[in-house]
């Protein structure tokens, strides 16, 4: 799936249930509402790399072939985060880049993805600048 050359969405991106490997979202710059990936069995690469903010949440659980979610630019979510259960995911370096997350941040059951690089994650952005709960369980 290639959506080229969005910029910017007013309202939400949600992917469920999509048997494509690899999505690119081209120039895609700014959600006003939330990011969700949900149950994409065969997604193996999210490629978000122009994304600067997601106005609300960002959501991706349950997605087990996904290993890369790019998120190189972004530095804004404004509500919470929610990665549960991607089987294959097992890196967010591209991630650091995030400056605050207004909600919770939560990481469970991402066996691939090591506890020590998402609590690098949370250091990075600074538990001062999360907006609710940290709940980081059962992961790599």
Do not use: K
């Given at each position: ?14 992917c ?22 949900n ?21 991706l ?8 979610v ?32 207004g ?38």
């Amino acid at each position: 799936l290639n959506a080229g050359s969005l910029g910017n969405v007013d309202g939400d991106v949600y992917c469920y249930y999509m048997g494509v490997s690899t999505r690119d979202l081209g120039d895609l710059e700014e959600i006003g509402g939330h990011l969700s990936f949900n149950y994409c069995p065969y997604t193996n690469t999210v490629d978000l790399g122009s994304l600067i903010e997601i106005g609300s949440y960002l959501y991706l659980s349950n997605n087990d072939s996904l290993d890369s979610v790019d998120l190189s630019s972004l530095t804004d979510i404004g509500g919470y985060v929610y990665v549960y259960s991607n089987d294959d995911l097992d890196s967010i370096s591209t991630w650091f880049g995030i400056t605050r997350v207004g909600g919770d941040f939560t990481f469970l059951y991402n066996y691939q993805l090591s506890t020590s690089t998402i609590n690098s994650l949370r250091d990075s952005i600074g538990t001062s600048n999360i907006g609710g709960t940290v709940n980081i369980s059962n992961n790599g």
